[in-house]
């Protein structure tokens, strides 16, 4: 790591780690409250430098399209977008996922539904992690805290993109991208030659040797029998992943008789409603899932025999705590807390939360 | 060391800039520090507020519901965020444009006449810096040193020239605020 501390917002720390991850080419098209990953990447013209391409596509919908032709070259290829951009995007997320091709996707949340308010969201979890875009696929979610993980996620959204051919998506939302705080960027790495991309990614089009048959992206097949066994084969890599990359951190838990769950700017909320119970002697903590699919299910069942209640905590009408629910099955009552359309909750309505719903 | 502080008055005032060079002057002086903007359209005219904090510590929420130190540069701000500093805690406000004075006496009231200050000085754009000279005189969060750093690191380099002003605008903040 750079040693250098720098202070930014988060869309910002998205547009400096993409460059020095070695990304090949950003499509993206404005919308408040991401506009500066747009902004930040055109203010420092990448292309001058590390060659990496940046363009403002005329919509969102060509912008994922052009996402889903660069990774089909096996490039390193991201977008960026709020809600309702997000929503555009569906149909070339679920074509990235059912063609098996690495992208990131960046979703800075804001309050809808329809065109909404441009304050901080939460909302989008079930599109996230429940689909969005048609058939059975996944995404692999990953949802950042600080400005520090907003830097940090793009490589390894990347990373576990390339790993498993299956497109990341950063999960964030209004907060987490326009607040600034100190971030270490990640040190520079270059972008993969084509001979890297032909040998790292010989499934990519580029360019067909005379010693193997072409390669073919797409995620058409007529045959039913034959879209099954890639359904097959789609379910047994989300199983892989499932085992493999779930990450969740745990605040306070070792003692803790009641347990909050929240994910992004809420965890940080969170963390402080934590402080402030802890001083009013209730035996509070937060687990905060940092990938949302694959889900931390077996943490929050383990948990389910040792708190007396949890109490979900969403910028939203009460998504994430179904699935809190499904892990702990019906162990320990499990309740919502939220604020709806770009409404932040302050620490204390979380303690009061707790107080009146689980205790 | 925490401090907790929300600046709030008009969008075009500067209290995001002013903001913004007490959280770099934080990352100056070594502070964990985050700077959390009330972001939309409120860029002129409207309300704008941001909430800085400076710690030694990992700093949990970037919102919050009280506060050690309020800055408060319009009517609408003190109605709103009067009753949101913590007791004990400290209060300041330029009186321009203010038809109901601060009312609590369970926290520290200090004034400044920065608006009219700034205009006498024939620069008004300086006014947010004679704000932020008033916090440092009554809360000594950040050095004047780590500040003037700080606040290289935010202006673009064509109006580096503009930074001794800055410094003026400063110094006299820390002159003209009372009790």
Known sequence: ?359 | MKEEIIIAGFGGQGVLSMGKILAYSGLMQGKEVTWMPAYGPEQRGGTANVTVILSDEKISSPILNEFDTAIILNQQSLDKFEKSVKPGGTLIYDPYGITKAPTRTDINVYKINAMDTSIEMNAPKSFNMIILGGLLKVRPIVELDNVLKGLKKTLPERHHHLIPMNETALKKGMEIIEK
């Open chain 1, 1 to 359: 790591m750079s040693e250098e501390v720098k202070l930014m917002k988060g869309n910002e720390a998205i547009a400096h780690a993409a460059i020095r991850c070695g990304c090949d080419g950003y499509f993206g098209y404005p919308i408040t409250p991401q506009s500066e990953v747009l902004e930040t990447l055109m203010e420092v013209e990448p292309w001058k430098t590390t060659g990496m391409v940046v363009l403002q596509a005329e919509s969102e919908v060509s912008a994922i399209n052009m996402v889903y032709g660069g990774a089909g070259c096996g490039k390193k290829v991201m977008t960026s977008s709020s809600s309702p951009g997000v929503s555009l995007k569906q149909e070339g997320v679920s074509y990235l996922a059912g063609a098996e091709l690495p992208a990131l996707i960046v979703n800075v949340m804001r309050g809808g539904p329809g065109l909404g308010t441009i304050q901080p969201s939460q909302a989008d979890y079930f599109q996230t992690v429940k689909g969005g875009g048609h058939g059975d696929y996944r995404l692999i979610a990953l949802a950042p805290a600080s400005v520090q993980e907003m830097a940090d996620f793009v490589g390894l959204g990347f990373d576990l993109a390339f790993k498993y051919r299956n497109p990341a998506i950063i999960l964030a939302d209004g907060v987490i991208g326009q607040m600034m705080e100190k971030v270490v960027l990640p040190d520079f790495q270059p972008r993969m030659t084509e001979e890297e991309i032909a040998e790292k990614c010989p499934w990519a089009a580029v360019g067909k040797p005379k010693n193997r048959e072409r390669n073919v992206i797409t995620s058409l097949e007529l045959q039913p029998d034959a879209m099954e066994q890639n359904n097959i084969r789609f379910q047994e890599k989300y199983k892989t992943i499932e085992e493999n990359e779930v990450r969740y951190e745990e605040i306070m838990c070792d003692d803790a008789e009641y347990l909050l769950v929240a994910f992004g700017s809420s965890a940080r909320i969170c963390q402080k409603a934590v402080e402030i119970a802890r001083e009013q002697g209730i035996k509070l903590g937060l687990l905060r899932p940092i990938t949302l699919w694959p889900f931390p299910k077996k943490a929050l069942a383990d948990y389910a025999n040792k708190v007396k209640a949890m109490l979900s905590v969403e910028l939203n009408a009460g998504q994430m705590v179904e699935d809190v629910r499904l892990a702990v099955n019906g162990k320990v009552p499990v309740e919502h807390y939220g604020r709806l359309g770009g409404i932040v909750y302050t620490p204390d309505e979380i303690v009061e939360a707790v107080k009146n719903k689980i205790m």
